[in-house]
């Protein structure tokens, strides 16, 4: 550096000081870069040395903290400060230690790192411990690093000195004797990370310490300790102001300090005064609750012997401890009187969790949020002691109807993945307990599964509780706090070690993000499902369309009537009767599935018998048998693992085939002779072999003659059983492999169970794909028989995408599988033309029931959205009244400020949903009218 340059400011030359925060950079004097940073006392500075710049701190210029005069000196203070040049670090052994009083061990490393590493004066860069002028040094974390400066309070007033701190905007690390503070730059940044970035303290705090001294990280103090504790503390203020506590002067009171959906319906809140009068898709709005565990959130059993405070008593989402554990006792007790036989394997599967774990005190939490737009329930997260148990879900749901506005309300939609179970006994639950209750107002619960859970049922649970068939519900899938725990599984990882009470505070603080995110983006999330339901709508009603034209008008009024009655039935159950849903068993098909290969197998020989036909249906009953084990040879051989055992089990498996195969050629010579001369060269493995049936024999080279011909039609009758049978063997499969990611992949821990969960999936997946290439090889055969694949076939072709489970369970966060459906495999009827005329009006019968339902909740949704945009409106409007009536409650400049800008906030988010609606739906209706 040239010695000729000289300050920016003041011309002097011998400059060898330069700002890195400042937004120039410029080279500068020690009195000019003294005087500029008197009120930045937070910035970084450098030193040129001759050959480079290194690092140094503003006191080395004469920068110290003034506290009480805006960045002035205290009249008071009697400040005399000296400019003289300070030359680098004290380390003298007077120098005071930077460590926690009750950790001897982390002290004497510290005091090692600080003082004996060779070239650690480089580090860390101290303050001197007696700067003169200066009452004392204090470490003070900012968002570009730690700083160590010496501070000047303020002795005009005999008020605490930490409320000086706070005035200059720094949080003190303790209210006695401040030696360290947070700037609220910091606090504001730490916060918005862990909620965005999931970034935890020890990593911001690493990030810091680096960034401070990148040589020499260890020498900069560590406030780790103190700021996650200043972090709280910090966290419960900024909800405490957001939820208007310090402009009412009020205690909060449960689940009242975040924010709830903005559309579910609330009277007195986004319901307008004249709603009893408004059309609704339901009569009268219905709310609906998802609810559902997620055993990832768990947490360790703590070691330490002191008791963490808390800061939060349910006023978030997490509920109030101590009435849930007297609750928990008193249900314990009452369990085994409501204690039933499982009958459906949804619930057979999820039973094993009520075992405890040994090292957790917290197996998982449950919560209830909105099924529409996903946003938490005030006060309904619980957690698991053993597992899933109902009594949890019965405490998170009284809870739920308590903090979201329904009272009033009579009706509400309440999905959970095993509402087949846990709607029996629950209405003896909630009038036995007194620590359970509903509004006044409620008078039916009705009871729903997610739509793909419900496929996991069994069949009757599928038209009595999926949400496909609920009259008033739209499209709602009632699966959307999947995708809302794979977001929180994030954080759910830090907390498993935190204090229980941190982590209540860390889990609300996550949650209301999620509901004012979910808040902000309402308006343009409901355009977005009128759009799809615009879309679907059309093409639903083409779907009835077709099936219509094919009914009689008599067919079509009866089958109406049926149903209506059965929704009826549903919606306004009798007093009486505890199973409303049951009426819905009118959509099950009534000859239950078609008929297998063994019914088709006992038909042709019932009728070989009459016309003395030599055991034909057997012969090829007996090869596709034999078709069915090639497959799962080929199976065998790819997974054998090498070993003799494997080897041996893959030979013995190869020679009984071989035999079984030889028998049934021989057979061929007689019932089918043609075949013979299609065998081709003989395969070196037995499974490679063609099975001599009749459709391996080309059309053009078919006999012509009665009996090859009779042959062949019963081919064509049996392998239309046998590729039956294998497709509903698929769905078992696939509703197997479904509950293996569901309750065994995902809520394993630990490597030995991840790799068992896993080991089950292969073995699954396995047979699945080998049963997909059999189905493909039969529907092949089916073709070369004459069976036609035009218009709507039994057996359309089988990819990979049509035999995975649903893309939720492999990334619950991924865009656009809420309106993803099932493959077609589960909707697709056996049409049984040969068995009668019943067969084929079955078949519409279904189909009608299904198309109408789709339509129905198609154009549900298009009326609900719009209601919906309009409440989403009033919501903002009501919290633009909310907060300007606030405004007018407090004199203090500050809360009139901060109460103005939620004003402006909560009007500009009006606005902006109404303009959206008038977009998306050309919106005449004038809804918004701004707060002044």
């Known amino acids: 550096m040239d010695e000729g340059r000289r300050c920016h400011h003041c011309d002097q030359k011998g400059t060898e000081w330069k700002c890195c925060d400042c937004e120039h950079g410029t080279l500068s004097c020690r009195a000019c870069l003294r005087a500029q940073h008197m009120r930045s006392p937070l910035h970084r500075i450098q030193r040129w040395t001759g050959s480079f710049f290194e690092a140094a701190a503003l006191w080395e210029v004469g920068v110290k903290l003034y506290l009480g005069h805006d960045g002035e000196i205290c009249p008071m203070a009697q400040d005399q400060l000296q400019y003289e040049s300070a030359d680098g670090n004290n380390t003298d052994d007077e120098e005071e230690a930077v460590f926690h009083d009750d950790d001897e061990e982390a002290a004497d490393i510290e005091d090692f790192i600080g003082r004996n590493i060779p070239g650690a004066e480089q ?54 004797d401040v030696r360290t503070v947070f700037s609220f730059a910091l606090l504001k940044d730490t916060r918005l990370l862990n909620l965005k970035a999931k970034v935890t303290i020890y990593a911001l705090y690493r990030f810091l310490q680096r960034l401070t001294s990148p040589a020499f990280p260890r020498t900069v103090p560590n406030r780790e300790r ?9 966290r419960n203020l900024v909800i405490y102001q957001e939820g208007g506590c310090a402009h009412t002067g009020l205690d909060p009171v449960k689940g009242s300090l975040y924010l709830f959906c903005s559309t579910c319906p609330q009277i007195g809140i986004n319901l307008p005064e004249d709603w009893e009068d408004m059309e609704f898709p339901s009569e009268p709005p219905l709310p609906m609750f998802v609810t559902d565990g997620n055993m990832k959130a768990d947490h360790i059993k703590s070691r330490s012997k002191h008791p963490d405070a808390a800061l939060t008593h349910g006023e978030g989402f997490m509920t109030e401890p101590t009435a849930y554990k007297r609750f928990l006792t008193d249900a314990v007790e009452r369990a085994p009187k409501y204690k039933i036989p499982a009958d459906c394997r949804e619930y057979n599967v999820t039973k094993h969790e009520g075992r405890r774990k040994a090292n957790l005190d917290i197996t998982g939490i449950a919560l209830h ?28 749901f009284s809870e739920t109807l308590k903090t979201t506005n329904i009272d009033g309300l009579p009706t509400v939609l309440h999905i959970y993945d095993i509402m087949c179970q846990y709607k029996v006994n629950m209405p003896e639950r909630f009038r036995d307990s007194p620590y359970l209750s509903t509004p006044q107002s409620l008078q039916r619960v009705l009871k729903a599964i997610g739509q793909f859970h419900v496929h996991a049922h069994k069949e009757g649970c599928l038209y009595r509780f999926s949400t496909s068939y609920i009259p008033g519900v739209g499209l709602v899938d009632g699966e959307i706090l999947e995708t809302l725990w794979a977001i929180l599984n994030e954080v759910s990882r830090s907390t498993r070690t935190a204090t229980i009470q941190h982590r209540a505070e860390i889990l609300d603080d996550h949650m209301g993000d999620s509901n004012y995110k979910k808040i902000i983006f309402m308006a343009a999330t409901i355009a977005r499902k009128y759009k799809r339901a615009i879309k679907e709508e059309p093409i639903a009603d083409n779907n009835l ?26 919606l306004w159950p009798e007093l009486d009767d505890t199973i409303p849903e049951a009426d819905m068993d009118i959509m099950k098909n009534k000859f239950d ?130 590729t039956r049978d294998i497709l509903l063997q698929i769905k078992e499969l696939i509703t197997h492999l479904s509950f293996q990611f569901i309750e065994k992949v995902r809520k394993s821990h630990g490597t030995l169970e991840i790799t068992r969960a896993w080991d089950g999936v292969k073995h699954l997946r396995e047979h699945l794909l080998m049963s997909r290439d059999l189905y493909n090889h039969s529907r092949e055969r089916l073709i070369a028989l004459g069976y036609s694949t035009d218009g709507d076939a039994e057996f359309g072709e089988l990819s990979a995408r049509d035999i995975d489970i649903s893309p939720a369970i492999y990334n619950p966060n991924a865009r656009g599988i809420t309106g993803k459906g099932l493959s077609w495999i ?78 402006d906030t909560w009007n500009r988010l009006g606005s902006s949903s109404e303009k959206i609606a008038t977009a998306a739906f050309a919106q005449n209706r004038q809804i918004w009218v701004a707060v002044e």
């Open 226 to 234: 103190e700021l996650q504790r200043v972090l709280r503390q910090w």
């Open 593 to 722: 599935k078609g008929l297998s290969l063994r019914d088709i197998e006992l038909q042709l020989t019932r009728e070989e018998v009459v016309r003395r036909e030599d055991g034909e249906a057997g012969w090829i009953s007996t090869g596709l048998k034999l078709e069915e084990t090639q497959f799962n040879i080929k199976m065998l051989s790819k997974g054998a693992d090498g070993t003799i055992e494997s080897q041996l089990k893959l030979e013995r498996r190869r020679l009984q085939f071989q035999r079984s195969l030889q028998n049934f050629s021989d057979d061929a010579v007689t019932l089918f002779p043609v075949a013979l001369t299609h065998i081709g060269v003989a395969e070196a493995l037995p499974e490679n072999e063609k099975i001599l049936l009749p459709s391996v024999v080309p059309f053009l080279d078919r006999p012509a003659d009665g009996q090859q011909q009779r042959l062949l039609r019963k081919e064509l009758e049996l392998r239309t059983a046998f």
């Open 123 to 176: 580090g860390f860069r101290r303050a001197p411990r007696n700067y003169e002028g200066a009452h004392k040094r204090v470490v003070v974390v900012h968002v570009n690093g730690i700083h160590d400066l010496p501070t000047v309070e303020c002795r005009c007033t005999d008020g605490p000195s930490d409320l000086q701190y706070l005035r200059s905007q720094l949080f003190p690390a303790t209210q006695i």
């Open 545 to 570: 369309a077709v099936i219509l034209d094919a009914c009689t008008p008599d067919d079509v009024a009866t089958w109406t009537a049926e149903i209506e009655k059965a929704e009826d039935r549903r």
């Open 826 to 903: 589960w909707g697709r009827l056996s049409n049984d033309v040969h068995a009668g005329d019943d067969y084929l009006i079955e078949f519409y019968r279904l189909h009608f029931l299904r198309a109408r339902a789709h339509l129905h909740r198609c154009r549900e949704e298009i009326k609900t959205t719009k209601l919906e945009m309009e409440s989403n409106t009033r919501y903002m409007m009501f919290k633009a009244q909310q907060w300007a009536l606030l405004r007018e409650r407090v004199v203090d400049a500050g809360h009139r400020a901060y109460a103005a800008a939620m004003v």
């Open 369 to 396: 949020a909105c099924a529409r737009h996903g946003c938490f329930a005030p006060s309904s997260g619980v957690d698991f002691q053993k597992g899933e148990r109902q009594m949890n879900i019965d405490y998170s």
